[in-house]
């Protein structure tokens, strides 16, 4: 989605009130200003009121580049919906279902003469009831699910004693929440939106005011509702694979305390001596963290390179030179050095969270680009950037795959590859100097959530945009009527994970190419000519004459608008948007690929 200007009213920290009371506004404008949307169903079947949460939902997820069409069940009728059949419902398909109840839900609860039998038949009655509701959904409509868990009671009958106590409110929701996250631990596509830690968040009392209910039968504050709808469109913009892949961040007075270059590397703020050093230090960590997520650290700072390298080397620096792929440390614009930080990692500048006390180098950034989040911090607020952050859910962790946990050291060996072809007068002897190799072989269960990942995070190098939940994913390749491909490769620096997808459905002599994408971290290597050789092998095999490839435009896959030529195949077709259909005949098909090893 291409934002004429960034919509700071939809961005963490956010003013509840104006949202609620500009909701019909702020639509209006997104709709206005947004260029494509990736379109989705959404069902909302709550346990209570929830027309507030669809409305303001809706502003997020658009905000992320999502229009969404709703299905919302009647009050209180997600039980009957999920279990029973529901035509309406089932004609509506949904992607994604979000089963919004709350502790208001209950159908009862231990008192004080139940014994411990009895309580845990409760607990077992009600856990029974939230899974038969899963169950009968995951059958029906196999797509994700988001639950609720359960917010902390707004009163506690034992007192302090109520959360350990077996008939205590608190101990009873504490021990059916732990049963929903088993649940989410042993089943993939489903999701918790985690109420009981929101709403503590938000302020649990004024979550709960129990006036809402009693006058609207809203299980929860209204002027909490984008609270709740900001965390459940974070859920869903992470499972459509639009979350953030990394972080662009200043140096001085964000990272340390001071300024380096006035200062010296041995009198800047940071360690454990002053409260204010404590503070960096923390955030330092916080960041750092994310690397175990596969979130990359980048550097763009106004400074002589020498002196933020004594930074990163003071001895109290959590972060170190090695914690950052790119590092933009000289007196170019910020802007400039962002968009060449982007560039260099083959990602979009919309991908990058940049961070920075400057509010005058936020503005410019977000300016120049329109839609790159720039988190609100400033100097004198050091104790409050992690909670800025990680509000705001740019991270927000639906999956983690190996090949997560693996980006740092991928990004680490492209860089030393795009160093390597500097050196090389001949482009084809480099590609042959990397010794290359891929796996490409049909879908299988092991690479399922990578490859359902990748088609939803795609956007440059994808031909058609389809997105595909790891349920559909599967659907297919257990599908006779279709051919599937990824490819994994490998090369003398490093694994690149699984990097390209192929889906192709047989109508007749032809094979329908639905989906042909390939990550950014590989351009250029000519594992699109490998992915297109082992595909004519597999059409030989099941006596398919030719191959149908679409490009469908989108703002920001114009890099592929000629892919289809690239490789032969002749155009036949183009339609008044720039929608193109090719053709290409496998019988006169040469193979492409000389420098990559496919291993069969």
Not at 10 to 26: C, G, M, N, Q, V
Not at 30 to 41: P, Y
Not at 84 to 96: A, R, V, W, Y
Not at 417 to 430: C, G, K, M, N, V
Request: glycine share 4%; proline share 2%.
């Amino acid at each position: 989605m291409q934002k004429g200007m960034d919509m700071r009213e939809l961005e963490y920290p956010f003013d509840a009130d104006l949202i609620l009371s500009k909701k019909k506004s702020l639509k209006r404008r997104l709709l206005e200003e947004s260029g494509s949307f990736t379109e989705k169903r959404i069902a909302i079947l709550g346990g209570g009121t929830t027309s507030d949460i669809k409305q303001i939902l809706e502003l997020f997820l658009l905000n992320y580049g999502i229009a969404a069409k709703f299905y919302e069940s009647e009050y209180n009728a997600f039980y009957r919906d999920a279990v029973f059949d529901n035509e309406e419902l089932i004609k509506f398909k949904p992607d994604i279902i979000y089963v919004c109840t709350s502790n208001r839900n209950i159908d009862a609860y231990p008192s004080l003469n139940d014994d411990s039998d009895t309580v845990d038949m409760l607990l077992k009655r009600e856990t029974d009831k939230y899974m038969a509701v899963w169950r009968s959904l995951k059958e029906r409509y196999n797509c994700p699910i988001i639950q609720n868990n359960f917010e902390m009671p707004y009163f506690r009958l034992l007192g302090n004693r109520d959360a350990y106590d077996i008939h205590g409110r608190v101990n009873f929701l504490s021990r059916l929440n732990a049963n929903l996250y088993e649940y989410a631990r042993e089943h993939e596509d489903f999701h918790i939106c985690d109420i009981n830690y929101i709403s503590a968040d938000y302020g649990l009392k004024e979550w709960s005011d129990p006036f809402y209910w009693h006058m609207y039968k809203y299980a929860l504050n209204v002027k909490a509702v984008p609270y709740l709808s900001f965390n459940v469109a974070n859920i869903i913009k992470s499972i459509f694979g639009k979350n953030k892949k990394g972080f662009v961040l200043d140096l001085d007075n964000t990272l340390w305390g001071g300024v380096i270059g006035d200062d010296g590397a041995e009198n800047i703020v940071i360690g454990p001596e002053e409260s204010e050093g404590q503070a960096y230090t923390e955030f330092q960590k916080y960041l750092k963290a994310h690397e175990d997520l596969g979130i990359i650290l980048n550097i763009d700072s106004k400074n002589d390179e020498e002196n933020a390298l004594l930074g990163l080397d003071h001895p109290d620096s959590v972060l170190k030179k090695d914690d950052f792929i790119v590092i933009k440390a000289n007196w170019e614009p910020k802007d400039k050095n962002f968009k060449e930080i982007a560039d260099s990692l083959s990602l979009l500048p919309e991908s990058l969270v940049f961070v920075d006390d400057n509010p005058a180098e936020r503005h410019i950034v977000r300016s120049s680009f329109g839609n790159v989040s720039a988190p609100e911090i400033e100097t004198d607020d050091i104790s409050h950037f992690v909670t800025a952050i990680d509000r705001a859910g740019y991270f927000e962790a639906t999956s983690i795959s190996e090949d997560d946990k693996k980006r740092k050291k991928m990004y680490e060996d492209n860089a030393k590859r795009a160093q390597e072809a500097a050196s090389f007068t001949d482009y084809h002897d480099y590609l042959i100097s990397l010794s290359m190799k891929a796996d490409i072989k049909a879908f299988e269960p092991v690479y399922m959530a990578r490859i359902a990942q990748l088609t939803n995070k795609s956007n440059q190098f994808n031909l058609t945009t389809k997105r595909m939940t790891q349920d559909e994913i599967e659907k297919v390749s257990a599908d006779d009527t279709y051919i599937t491909l990824y490819g994994k490769l490998t090369d003398k620096f490093g694994d690149n994970g699984v990097v390209s997808v192929v889906i192709g459905h047989i109508i007749g002599d032809a094979l329908d190419i639905e989906l042909w994408l390939m990550s950014c971290r590989v351009l250029k290597r000519d594992m699109e000519y490998a992915m297109l050789d082992t595909l004519v092998k597999r059409a030989k095999e099941k006596g398919i004459d030719k191959f149908l490839g679409h490009y469908y435009p989108t703002a920001k896959n114009a890099m592929v608008k000629d892919f289809y030529a690239t490789l032969g195949f002749k155009k036949i077709k183009e339609e008044s948007d720039m929608s193109t259909s090719w053709e290409l005949s496998v019988k006169d098909h040469k193979d492409k690929n000389t420098v990559i090893c496919v291993e069969e």
